[in-house]
């Protein structure tokens, strides 16, 4: 059922945000030249997937973990679309693909080896990686891995429609920060 949901609030968003999305790149060209950021990630099953955002670091930022990165590498209009999410809107596509959901545990970097083994230990890569989740809501970011695998394996189990659509309103209402960034 979550898989059916999440094909067609893509799609429909998608659709629906088309010129909001060509209007936030050309905004996003004159910030860093490059708008789109492309970047591999662990999905289900341990899986490699190319994760695609909206750029809101400068192009010669380490591909690291967010709460790794100097908050001098977020670009003016970077720091708009972190602080209202926008930059994960390009993510749809990736929801579209089946690489994503909407709801579950957010994607890490293959180089945030503590992250992927506290996963491993708690079976989150059974499902697949989402946008957001009851650890995006919480501020528990990758820079906790013990407390967000133990976070993640919490929303896995316990997890019913209701807590879908709970998670996705909270997001868009702006509970939770995002990955911080030192």
């Known amino acids: 059922m979550v898989r059916i949901l999440d094909?067609?609030?893509?799609?429909?968003?998608?659709?629906?945000?088309f010129p909001f999305l060509?209007?936030?790149?050309?905004?996003?060209?004159?910030?860093?030249?490059?708008?789109?950021?492309?970047?591999?990630r662990v999905g289900r099953n341990r899986?490699?997937?190319?994760?695609?955002?909206?750029?809101?670091?400068?192009?010669?930022?380490?591909?690291?973990?967010?709460?790794?990165?100097?908050?001098?590498?977020?670009?003016p209009f970077g720091g708009f679309l972190r602080k209202t999410k926008l930059d994960e809107l390009p993510q749809l596509w990736n929801v579209l693909k089946g690489e994503m959901s909407l709801v579950g545990p957010r994607p890490g970097l293959f180089?945030?080896?503590?992250?992927?083994?506290?996963?491993?230990?708690?079976?989150?890569?059974?499902v697949r990686p989402g946008i957001?989740?009851?650890?995006?809501?919480?501020?528990?970011?990758?820079?906790?891995?013990?407390?967000l695998a133990k976070t993640d394996c919490e929303m896995i189990d316990n997890f019913t429609l209701g807590?879908?659509?709970?998670?996705i309103i909270m997001t868009v209402t702006g509970s939770g920060s995002g990955d911080r960034v030192k």
């Open 111 to 126: 180089n945030q080896e503590e992250l992927t083994l506290a996963r491993m230990e708690k079976g989150i890569f059974s």
């Open 163 to 167: 807590d879908y659509f709970k998670y």
């Open 47 to 75: 899986k490699p997937f190319m994760l695609v955002k909206f750029r809101t670091m400068s192009l010669d930022t380490a591909s690291v973990a967010s709460h790794l990165a100097s908050t001098t590498s977020i670009t």
């Open 7 to 17: 094909f067609f609030f893509a799609l429909f968003g998608l659709l629906f945000a």
């Open 132 to 147: 957001t989740g009851l650890a995006q809501v919480s501020d528990i970011d990758m820079s906790t891995p013990e407390l």
């Open 22 to 40: 060509v209007i936030l790149y050309i905004i996003a060209l004159f910030d860093t030249g490059s708008p789109i950021f492309i970047q591999e």
